[in-house]
Nanobody, 118 residues
Framework: QVQLVESGGGLVQAGGSLRLSCVVS????????MAWYRQAPGKQRELVAA???????RYADSVKGRFTISRDNAKNTVSLQMNSLKPEDTGVYYC????????????WGQGTQVTVSS
């Protein structure tokens, strides 16, 4: 079973930056389209950024121009660089497969908490 381990979250002031990382176990990472999701308090989990196996990216409108997703297939890692953070970016961030391209892994990692203060 694939394991997902997210890290890099923290408490930051509005306008600050954070870089999240997710390490994915297994031998087939390079074939997966991957994504970052976030779940804000009281809200449903939403996709914020995705990257195909070939490196094409897309973003939710709310983060476009501020967040950058990338991947390192040699390290089985997908990252999310978050700049110009806003209080509404607060939530728990998770990585998983891009649900629109082949479905999700059977389980989620523990996520990493991002809190942006105003």
């Amino acid at each position: 079973q694939v394991q997902l381990v997210e890290s890099g979250g923290g408490l930051v002031q509005a306008g600050g930056s954070l870089r999240l990382s997710c390490v994915v176990s297994g031998s087939f990472f390079r074939f997966y389209a991957m994504a970052w999701y976030r779940q804000a308090p009281g809200k449903q989990r939403e996709l914020v950024a995705a990257i195909t196996s070939g490196g094409n990216t897309r973003y939710a409108d709310s983060v476009k121009g501020r967040f950058t997703i990338s991947r390192d297939n040699a390290k089985n890692t997908v990252s999310l660089q978050m700049n110009s953070l806003k209080p509404e970016d607060t939530g728990v961030y998770y990585c998983n497969r891009d649900q629109t391209r082949g479905g999700l892994f059977g389980s989620w990692g523990q996520g990493t908490q991002v809190t942006v203060s105003s």
